[in-house]
């Protein structure tokens, strides 16, 4: 009787303190580390809007999730090769500007297929009430300019369905990744919401650049809620938007993004000691050392979330392993 009495209390000791512990474990924060690179594009400028190329890894720090990271890859961005996806909008509303916008935009890949590193490529979208891809990545730019020149206006504006397709084929891309929108405004006829739209961007690493073309100076008449909306996506990404009339300030804010993508920085961290939470973005802070500078990067990623189960790996959005490429225009 007695043998049988301690058993049972030390059952019910081994049970209790099963129970202790794991109510500690759930007072704890969950904590993960995780082997896949999360890679960052990231441009500084001077408070006067100047670029700033010349940092160094020792002047930035990266935070995720509010928890300092270790900069494990650092690179200046010159010679690391570029995949463009430029996109152009061809509702209705631009059908008399499109011939001076898609002009433009052929002066645009005149200079950037010209330059720089001799992999980097464009894809040509144009988007309507439907999406259409006319180019894959290429550097042919006949063949780019040959269908910029076919481009003709039709009703609806699949905006957000195109950032979508595009990613998707931004995703498997090496090096950088960069969506220009050429567009007079918001979305009319997708099937995605901008949220979708934002959040395939981030999947892929690309970098969001809208050139928002105003014919119209005042704001009366103008798409304000779509400006927004591009500059929430621009904002969220590590782009910049741009807002100019048609001619001279269009040639200029292709050459600005031109600058920039000549002139930008990759950080690259694994993730170590980051607190988990129910959300799958991890939030992403990057600075500089020096007060007086302005740093445009992406503001998080989709990584893992408390609870989650099975390999991280299949779980994170940064840096995937190659897929079977499609086979690249000549």
Not at 42 to 49: H, I, L, P, R, S
Request: hydrophobic fraction near 40%; glycine fraction near 8%; charged fraction near 25%.
């Amino acid at each position: 009787m007695t043998s049988r009495w301690w058993v049972k209390a030390g059952w019910r000791a081994a049970a209790v303190a099963c129970l202790a512990a794991a109510a500690e474990a759930q007072s704890q924060p969950t904590f993960r580390t995780n082997v896949s690179l999360v890679r960052i594009v990231a441009t500084v400028k001077t408070q006067a809007g100047e670029l700033v190329g010349a940092l160094r890894k020792e002047d930035f720090t990266v935070a995720d999730n509010t928890v300092a990271q270790e900069i494990a890859v650092f690179e200046r961005q010159t010679d690391q090769p570029l995949s463009v996806a430029l996109m152009v909008d061809t509702s209705g509303s631009t059908a008399k500007d499109l011939k001076y916008e898609t002009e433009s935009a052929g002066r645009f890949l005149k200079v950037l297929l010209g330059e720089g590193n001799m992999q980097d490529s464009v894809a040509l979208y144009n988007f309507n009430w439907q999406v259409q891809r006319d180019n894959y990545f290429t550097r042919n730019l006949t063949s780019l300019t040959n269908s910029l020149k076919l481009l003709h206006g039709e009703a609806g504006t699949s905006l957000y369905d195109a950032i979508f397709l595009a990613a998707r084929d931004l995703e498997d891309r090496e090096g950088r990744k960069v969506m220009v929108i050429v567009t007079d405004g918001g979305d009319t006829t997708s099937n995605k919401d901008v949220h979708q739209a934002l959040r395939a961007a981030q999947f892929a690493d690309a970098v969001i650049y809208p050139v928002v073309v105003i014919p119209i100076t005042n704001d009366a008449g103008r798409n304000i809620g779509g400006e927004n909306a591009l500059k929430f996506m621009a904002d969220g990404t590590g782009g910049r938007t741009f807002l100019p009339s048609l001619g001279a300030e269009l040639d200029r804010a292709f050459g600005d993004i031109i600058d920039e993508l000549r002139t930008q920085y990759l950080l690259g961290f694994y993730p170590r000691n980051v607190p988990l939470t129910k959300d799958r973005f991890h939030k992403l802070q990057v600075t500089v050392q020096r007060p007086e500078l302005r740093v445009s990067a992406r503001n998080g990623y989709y990584g893992e979330a408390e609870g989650e189960t099975g390999s991280p790996d299949a779980r994170i959005s940064i840096s995937p392993e190659p897929k079977k490429k499609k086979k690249q225009e000549k």
